[in-house]
T-cell receptor, first 112, second 112 residues
Framework: QKEVEQDPGPLSVPEGAIVSLNCTYSNSAFQYFMWYRQYSRKGPELLMYTYSSGNKEDGRFTAQVDKSSKYISLFIRDSQPSDSATYLCAMGGGEYGNKLVFGAGTILRVKS | DVKVTQSSRYLVKRTGEKVFLECVQDMDHENMFWYRQDPGLGLRLIYFSYDVKMKEKGDIPEGYSVSREKKERFSLILESASTNQTSMYLC???????????FGPGTRLTVL
């Protein structure tokens, strides 16, 4: 079993839809959680960072962490074609020190 | 803004060649990382460095070595390139106590 599970998609939605992207994990030592966005043939860029449980909002993006269920989510409101990308979850803490464990990424396609 | 640069965007090499991939960051970060990214396998850590001349093996170090002579520069070396090292190579950096990693644009390496 992988430490971080992420549905690879692709997830295809119409423009304006609310998108929900999710990751589950098995290591309860994880304390900080990130979402990265990666456009085709580019490096990942940091989108959201959350420490421990709770929600964090930034514009159209909301990151949610539920440590009791070992489940994290990224919500995108009013999705745009420019949101089409691969979204990677990442997490770290505990014995991992400064290293991160990444999900495999979910491909999102927003159709205009 | 954190800037991580990689020496080449695209590289084509022959089997058996020695290959150098260079990464430079301009934010005085202590930690630097090399990953490879393959479809369906996600990001896999090859090596990371937490200080000048210090390095630690990641999950897939075989066939690779690294060098960090200066804080801002981290090099990945393929001693004798093989076709199964054809991949996207990503460099990242993070501050000493920071958890978020900042990525470069990637180098797409093809070994023929």
């Amino acid at each position: 079993q992988k430490e971080v599970e992420q549905d690879p998609g692709p997830l295809s939605v119409p423009e304006g839809a609310i998108v929900s992207l999710n990751c589950t994990y098995s290591n309860s030592a994880f304390q900080y959680f990130m979402w990265y966005r990666q456009y085709s043939r580019k490096g990942p860029e940091l989108l959201m960072y959350t420490y421990s449980s709770g929600n964090k909002e930034d514009g159209r993006f909301t990151a949610q962490v539920d440590k009791s269920s070992k489940y994290i989510s990224l919500f995108i409101r009013d999705s745009q074609p420019s949101d089409s990308a691969t979204y990677l979850c990442a997490m770290g803490g505990g014995e991992y020190g400064n290293k991160l464990v990444f999900g495999a990424g979910t491909i999102l396609r927003v159709k205009s | 803004d954190v800037k991580v640069t990689q020496s080449s965007r695209y590289l084509v090499k022959r089997t058996g060649e020695k290959v150098f991939l260079e990464c430079v960051q301009d934010m005085d970060h202590e930690n630097m990382f090399w990953y490879r990214q393959d479809p369906g396998l996600g990001l896999r850590l090859i090596y990371f460095s937490y200080d000048v001349k210090m390095k630690e093996k990641g999950d897939i170090p075989e066939g690779y070595s690294v060098s960090r002579e200066k804080k801002e520069r981290f090099s990945l070396i393929l001693e004798s390139a093989s076709t199964n090292q054809t991949s996207m190579y990503l460099c990242a950096s993070s501050p000493e106590r920071g958890r978020t990693q900042y990525f470069g644009p990637g180098t797409r390496l093809t070994v023929l």
